[in-house]
Structures are given as C-alpha cells and as structure tokens.
C-alpha cells in the first residue's frame, strides 16, 4: 500500500489519488467528454463515470494514463447479488478498470453478515478474474461505527482492494474519524477511499494524512491547481460557492 503525507507529497502523486467524479444523474455526453478531457489533462488516477458512460470515456481517454472506473450497485447497493455481478461484467466489458460497488446496507444493518461478505466477495471475484479492482462503498451516514468497523472486516474478508466512504448522494460524506476508523480496522493490504465533501486542497491533504490514498472529486482544477500555485507561493483560489451542491 502507498505511504503518503501531505507534507512530501508531489503534484504527480497528488493527481493519482483523485478519482475525478461524473456520476451526478443529470450529466450529458457533452458533459462527460469535457470531464474526461479535464482528467486527461491533469493526469488523475481515473473517471468514475455511470455504467452507461463507460464506452464514451474508454474512448476519449483511449491515449491518455487515465483509467475508467464505474459504480455497481450504485447508489442504494440494494441490487441482487446476481445483477451487480452481471453489472461488473458488463462494465468491465466496456472498459471499466476498476468498480466501486455499494455494499448492501439494509443487510449490514439487519446483522445479515454472511449475505453482505458473499455479495462483495460474488463482485471482486468476477472482476480479479480479469486484473480489475474493486472499491466498496459503505455509506458511512447510516450505519454506526460498529457496523463500519464490520463493514471493514467483511470487505477485506472478501477481497476488496479499497472500502470506501460513501457515495456522495447521501447525507454526509466522508469525515476525518470515519477515515481514521476505517484505515484503522483493515490490513496494509486494503486501501482507503474517501468520497463526499473533499472539495478543497486543504480537505484532500487532511484525508491523505488521514491514511486515504484515493479520493472522489469533483473540483479537481481547483484543487490542483491550487497545490501548484502552494508550492509556488501564491495564494489559492476563492472557494466556489456553488460546490456545496456537488457529490462524489
């Protein structure tokens, strides 16, 4: 697993802990494109664009070292397991390298144990089969810590290569003791992932030093650009209003 501190932290290493987001519903191609173009040119680690956007962003990042990933199961993780196996394949077949699936919660939450394991085990063996990662999502908001703390040791039980916060559509997102509980209760092998509310480069420093070492996004320019103009001792960019609105 990556060691990283916000304190030696490169530009490069920086750029590929961000997952740069496109999942808000009413997105169009266009938007998708401009977002993928923007991905390209800051070299994030990937896109995480909705299963039906997969195919255009394979294709407009074809040249780029930008990898595609998707949501299965997103946002309710209430799919069968059935269906989120068949989503991962079909995503995979459309380019997808890595897949952030929701965890089902209504299952976690009912102490239904075996059933949680089984379905993120059913996604991460389809996509290990074919060289693909798998992030799972626990939608921190509604469960208590220890069901998050449950959450990490079935999903490290079953394969996963990062847990992950949430998803951004609920009603909070990820939080620095979340993230230090998580980090806390899986192995070096598991990664970290944070999503919702990492709008700032001051919050993105904050949840690497926390132990994360991939991030969702959405004010990407900003944050990078930003720690350019850190480094080259200028002042950071005024906080956009209108962001609180974004999830990721």
């Given at each position: ?8 932290i490169?530009?490069e290493?920086?750029?590929k ?26 070299h ?19 040249y ?5 990933s ?26 997808a ?23 993120i085990?059913?996604?991460c063996?389809?996509a290990?089969r074919r060289?693909v ?9 509604y469960l ?17 290569d990062w ?27 598991v ?44 002042p ?13």
């Open positions: 697993m990556p060691t990283l501190s916000s304190k030696t490169t530009y290493q920086l750029a802990v961000i997952d740069h987001s496109l999942l808000r519903p009413e997105l169009t191609e266009a938007d998708v494109l401009a977002g993928c173009e923007l991905a390209a040119r800051y994030v680690a990937t896109v995480c664009v909705k299963p039906c956007d997969v195919k255009l962003a394979k294709a407009a990042l074809r780029s070292d930008v990898l595609v998707t949501v299965v199961g997103f946002p309710h993780g209430s799919n069968v397991t059935a269906i989120k196996v068949a989503e991962a394949q079909q995503a995979m077949d459309d380019g390298l890595e897949l952030d699936m929701v965890l089902n919660i209504g299952q976690l939450r009912s102490g239904k144990q075996d059933y949680v394991r089984q379905d085990q059913a996604v063996d389809a290990h060289g990662k798998v992030k799972v999502i626990f939608e921190n908001a208590t810590d220890e069901e998050k703390i449950i959450a990490c040791k079935l999903s490290e039980a079953a394969g996963a847990v992950k916060t949430s998803t951004g559509f609920a009603a909070g997102g990820a939080t620095l003791e979340d993230l230090r509980l998580m980090r806390a209760n899986v192995s070096e092998h990664q970290v992932k944070a999503a919702g509310g990492v709008r700032t480069l001051a919050a993105l420093l904050d949840v690497i030093d926390a132990g994360v070492t991939r991030s969702g996004a959405t004010a990407t320019a900003t944050i990078l650009d930003d720690f350019k103009r850190m480094k080259e001792g200028e950071l960019a005024e906080p956009n209003p209108d962001s609180a609105s974004e999830s990721y």
